[in-house]
């Protein structure tokens, strides 16, 4: 089973930009499809962006043109962008994956890693 592990959150002012990336375990992860998760206080949590193994991607309409999600899969590592972030963009980001791109749309796992945190405030 493939675990999944984030980094990169930080504080940022709006306008900024900042990397997250998700380092992952396995040899199975170039056939991954592969989503970045955010969750804000109160809120449920929600699919950011997602690549197909194939590196299709495809993004939520809130970053759409601000975020960029991309993939190493010499490395196992994905990442995720972020550019000209805005306070709405404070959540926590998560990264998962599986074989089945419905499981990447819907975000239904068995399990999520800790997310790292991102805050975008003045």
């Known amino acids: 089973q493939v675990q999944f592990v984030e980094s990169g959150g930080d504080w940022v002012q709006p306008g900024g930009s900042l990397r997250l990336s998700c380092a992952a375990s396995?040899?199975?992860?170039?056939?991954?499809?592969l989503g970045w998760y955010r969750q804000a206080p109160g809120k449920e949590r929600e699919l950011v962006a997602h690549?197909?193994?194939?590196?299709?991607?495809k993004y939520a309409d809130s970053v759409k043109g601000r975020f960029t999600i991309s993939r190493d899969n010499d490395n196992n590592v994905m990442y995720l962008q972020m550019a000209r972030l805005i306070p709405e963009d404070t959540a926590v980001y998560y990264c998962?994956?599986?074989?089945?791109?419905?499981?990447?749309?819907?975000?239904?796992?068995?399990?999520w890693g800790q997310g790292t945190r991102v805050t975008v405030s003045s």
């Open positions: 998962n994956g599986d074989y089945r791109l419905t499981a990447v749309l819907q975000g239904r796992f068995n399990s």
């Open positions: 396995g040899s199975v992860f170039s056939s991954y499809a």
């Open positions: 690549i197909t193994g194939s590196a299709l991607t």
